[in-house]
């Protein structure tokens, strides 16, 4: 969904580093996640926010924080990465109230050597 | 905690077979939602059920909700290749958070 942008789309680093991944939309949507999909487990919740003021934890939080710099963007920071870090990552997005439709970005491949 | 158990894992199949999968809740479901992810590609949404026994078809897929709004399936007629990819369902936890369930992954044999 070309309306909701992640970058970098693939990043190799080393343990330790402090590690950054951004969203933007352009979807106009208060809601804003951050997902890690591993094989075999689905899509697990990171953070969350609702709005600019609001963030929220999700279900596998540890070693991971977050930032909404604005409505449109909504970035993941994992201060010292470390291996079991290794995932694919995604943002995703959705609208109004209630539970409505999530609109993904296209992913972050990130490999922690 | 809220559980969501979705089955089969995987699923081979030969073009034109039909397919199933199946998410089970632990508690009862305020609605459910179907998404689809293709090899390589991000989770796109299919539909959102609400009511209890709905069912709704979008071409050769169905979707139902259980009576007790606590399971619900999905069904593709005579799949076709352009089907793979892996299929999640969705449901609202507390909080308005959406949890996954892991995933039925398809694979259909020309």
């Known amino acids: 969904d070309a309306d909701v942008t992640q970058t970098p789309r693939n990043r190799i680093t080393k343990t330790g580093k402090r590690i950054m991944l951004e969203c933007s939309q352009t979807k106009g949507h208060d809601r804003m996640y951050w997902y890690r999909q591993d094989p075999g487990l689905g899509l697990r919740l990171i953070y969350y926010s609702f709005d600019v003021k609001d963030i929220n934890k999700g279900e596998i939080s540890d070693g991971y924080s977050v930032s909404r710099q604005a409505q449109a963007k909504f970035s993941l920071s994992l201060e010292s990465a470390i291996p079991n870090q290794t995932a694919l990552y995604f943002c995703?997005?959705?609208?109004?109230?209630?539970?409505?439709?999530?609109?993904f970005g296209d992913g972050t491949r990130l490999s922690i050597l | 905690g809220q559980q969501v158990m979705q089955i089969p894992q995987y699923q081979h199949v030969q073009e034109g077979e039909d397919f199933t999968t199946y998410c089970n809740s632990s508690?009862?479901?305020?609605?459910i939602q179907w998404y689809k992810q293709r090899p390589g590609g991000h989770p796109v949404f299919l539909i959102q059920l609400v009511k209890s026994g709905e069912v709704k078809k979008q071409k050769r897929l169905t979707f139902q909700f259980g009576e007790a709004k606590k399971n619900s399936s999905l069904h593709i007629t005579a799949t076709q290749t352009t089907d793979v990819g892996t299929y999640f369902c969705?449901?609202?936890?507390?909080?308005?958070?959406?949890?996954f369930g892991a995933g039925t992954r398809l694979f259909v044999k020309a």
């Open positions: 969705a449901l609202r936890a507390g909080g308005f958070k959406t949890i």
């Open positions: 995703a997005t959705s609208g109004g109230k209630g539970n409505q439709p999530q609109h």
């Open positions: 508690t009862t479901l305020s609605n």
